[in-house]
């Protein structure tokens, strides 16, 4: 088969949730794997080749759902992919099913359905090991007999059974087995051809006896608008109003019907213990999911994990800088005498490279974890948790991820949101997520904390105050979403259904393979952003350049030197050697000089005047303006305008001194510090609620559109504005200066 041999056949692997289904996908293809995103939508494709022998096919692995009745954007790619409807990618020649045999008929529901859109199928019966541990038998000829198809036992996790199913798959290519679609009641039928003929009159027809059922049992389904049937309501209605006068309901028969077939289908196949008490899952379920112990060890887990999270973290992410000095200093002497294309390889490409790089550390150990929960079965149990908390604003326990996850990076929390079937409710957790305190925050909070809080009050208040800034976002998020979902989406209280899945031992290939996705989605989806954010910054800081701002500082800092020098000869003669402290400190101080002269400082000095009210002066303006790319730039920026260079960190005792001692020139502060208390609570609020993060702002706008993008930068920034004023002025009203 020469076309097969130029094309390899296309397998759909289709399954639920917590099946094993990744696991599996990773079995049967390795490193030969792909990820990117389906066109025309967000959702993520994960496809890759399975080879054996001679024989090689592309496996396509759809994301995990429960039902065709696709609500959510990954259930509808998936029902859009198994019909051949996007475009862009060819309908499989065969669909591999994987379903739990610790849970078989809730499993067969989407088999079945799966069964009615007429391709090849292959059963995966994964957890086989699982089942024969708790006592489950099956008989497996006798099921594959009654289904028609192909029934395979595995277990992902060691390879078990996977030869087999490799084999059962070269099978099914082409004219495999069918299984055998379910039997209706002659009134859906008569529904389902009445369906037909509407459909014809208003478009012309085309859609399968599969798809007019989804039509008529989904409460609201989206091949309608696919089909471009834009009066498909009424007809739907009419039909929905005969089935009913026959005594079946419309959105339950489904359900009832393909269940009644699977319990007759099991019969006698499937045989489970007798029940004696309670497992010991169950008993460790009544403590997790306790409404008071399980909270507190939830609480207690967190604290785990995040400080975990900060402490792992630090000492890569101080290797990644010192690598980044490295390279700094090996291209140097290369690029001296070129100042234009030095400061743009330097402080622009070396700097957005390594601004993308220090996040991997914290991304990859917080996925880590996450994994582990997820593998373990505990994140389903926190999300139970998280449901009773959520419910008041409008979300459910499915929010409860994406917002974890965003405590590291609102870049992988975004992305996390596309398990939430509700659009509206997904949307409100995606617009949420970047108020919670990621870890690009923390430098701004070391710094101002160091500097102001604990000098003044101590470290027992200083740990206080760094301990309220993380959970601030969260605080004022649940308001947020209360008022959008008020005034803004109008939700109805959110359903939430979840599975338990049973306890397991994590995989540490699965985990690690795991974490290489997710660092590789931030590289890829961020990273270019952050990238190209870091060089129009650079753009904006370097120019205009005037020669004379160099001429005049270097005046300027000669005459003010003098007089502790001995004379302008003996500092002239000083700044001869590029390697004194006096060269450092004229170069710091030029540095300074272009800042406030760049297109950047400019701008900063003309919008001061808003940020006066919460206490800041045109340096911190410039500050927040030069983090947008990332929030904690704001540290080398301030150590620049203070004439320190931008190789400082939050923890610089020069720059804490520098921001001290930085009086007011002018103004009704004149000779005032311009860094309080007061001030410091300011930019540490302004920056707990704004968004000030390129990547953020360009994957909302990927996972939604621009215009929400902008709605959430504007709001954030808005918010955050309005936090900042109040923290100075009830600050500086309550406790002066």
């Not at 989206?222 to 739907?236: L, M, Y």
């Not at 026959?246 to 489904?254: G, L, R």
Request: contains cysteine; aromatic residues 8%.
């Amino acid at each position: 088969m020469s076309a097969v041999a130029t094309h390899p056949p296309v397998i759909a692997v289709l399954g639920n949730p917590n099946t094993g289904k990744s696991t599996l996908f990773n079995r049967l293809t390795g490193t030969r794997q792909r990820v990117g995103n389906y066109p025309g939508v967000t959702v993520e494709r994960k496809s890759g080749r399975l080879r054996a022998g001679g024989w090689e096919a592309e496996l396509v692995d759809l994301p995990g759902t429960y039902s065709l009745a696709a609500v959510s954007p990954d259930e509808r790619v998936a029902v859009d992919v198994l019909g051949g409807h996007l475009p862009g990618t060819p309908r499989p020649d065969a669909v591999l099913c994987v379903v739990d045999a610790t849970n078989l008929s809730r499993n067969l529901f989407l088999v079945s359905q799966a069964a009615d859109l007429g391709l090849p199928l292959v059963i995966a019966l994964n957890f086989s090991d699982s089942a024969a541990r708790q006592g489950v038998r099956i008989d497996i000829a006798a099921l594959s007999s009654r289904l028609g198809v192909p029934v395979i036992p595995t277990t992902a996790t060691s390879g078990d059974g996977v030869p087999e199913l490799q084999h059962a798959l070269e099978q099914a290519v082409g004219n495999g087995p069918r299984m055998r679609p379910s039997v209706w009641p002659g009134p859906v039928d008569d529904a389902v051809a009445e369906l037909r003929q509407a459909c014809e009159r208003a478009v012309g027809g085309g859609l399968s006896d599969a798809e007019l059922r989804r039509i008529l049992f989904d409460v609201d389904s989206a091949i309608p608008e696919r089909v471009g049937w834009d009066g498909a309501e009424p007809s739907v209605a009419a039909v929905r109003e005969k089935l009913r006068a026959s005594n079946i309901h419309p959105f339950a028969v489904e359900t009832m019907h393909r269940y009644g077939e699977i319990d007759r289908l099991l019969d006698g196949v499937m045989v489970r213990p007798e029940r004696q008490g309670n497992t010991r899952a169950e008993s460790i379920d009544a403590l997790l999911t306790h409404r008071v112990w399980g909270l507190a060890l939830f609480a207690a887990l967190m604290y785990l994990v995040f400080q975990s999270v900060y402490s792992w973290a630090g000492p890569l992410m101080d290797g990644i800088d010192e690598l980044k000095g490295w390279v700094k200093a090996a291209l140097t002497p290369a690029l001296q005498g070129m100042p234009v294309l030095e400061s743009l390889v330097l402080d622009g490409v070396v700097e957005g490279v390594g601004a993308v790089l220090v996040f991997v550390p914290q991304i990859a150990i917080l996925f880590a974890f996450i994994s582990l929960l997820e593998d373990t079965g505990y994140m389903a149990r926190a999300a139970f948790l998280m449901d009773r908390l959520l419910a008041w604003c409008g979300l459910n326990g499915k929010s409860f991820v994406p917002l974890l996850s965003s405590y590291a990076c609102a870049v992988p929390g975004v992305l996390a949101t596309r398990t939430i079937e509700d659009p509206r409710a997904r949307l409100l957790t995606i617009l949420i997520a970047p108020l919670m305190s990621c870890s690009a925050r923390l430098p701004v909070y070391v710094l101002m904390i160091g500097a102001f809080i604990a000098p003044i009050h101590g470290p027992w208040v200083a740990g206080a105050v760094l301990f309220g800034m993380h959970f601030l976002g969260l605080l004022v998020a649940m308001p947020v979403a209360w008022l959008l979902n008020r005034f803004v989406f109008r939700m109805p209280a959110q359903p939430f259904l979840l599975e338990m899945p049973p306890y397991r031992i994590p995989r540490l290939r699965d985990v690690l393979w795991r974490i290489w996705e997710r660092v590789r989605e931030f590289l890829v989806r961020a990273g270019t952003v952050i990238f190209a954010v870091t060089i129009l910054l650079w753009v904006l800081l370097y120019f205009p350049r005037p020669a004379s701002v160099e001429e005049l500082t270097r005046a300027q800092f000669v005459a003010s030197a003098a007089e502790d020098a001995g004379g302008e000869a003996a500092v002239l003669e000083a700044l001869q050697d590029p390697d004194s402290e006096l060269s450092a400190t004229l170069d710091h101080r030029v540095q300074s000089a272009y800042v406030e002269q760049s297109l950047l400082g400019r701008t900063g000095r003309f919008i001061q005047p808003v940020f006066a009210p919460a206490g800041f002066d045109w340096k911190i303006t410039v500050g927040v303006l030069a983090s947008f790319p990332a929030r904690e730039v704001i540290v080398a920026t301030l150590g620049i305008i203070h004439s320190l260079g931008g190789d400082v960190d939050e923890e610089s005792g020069d720059l804490r001194s520098a921001l001290a001692s930085q009086m007011w020139g002018s103004g009704p502060l004149a000779g005032r510090p311009v860094y309080t208390v007061p001030v410091a609570v300011a930019v540490m609020v302004f920056f707990a609620l704004c968004l000030q993060c390129g990547a953020t702002v360009a994957v909302i706008a990927k996972e939604s559109n621009w215009r929400w993008a902008t709605f959430a930068f504007v709001y954030m920034t808005a918010l955050a504005w309005l936090g900042a004023v109040l923290a100075y002025q009830l600050g500086t009203r309550w406790f002066g200066t």
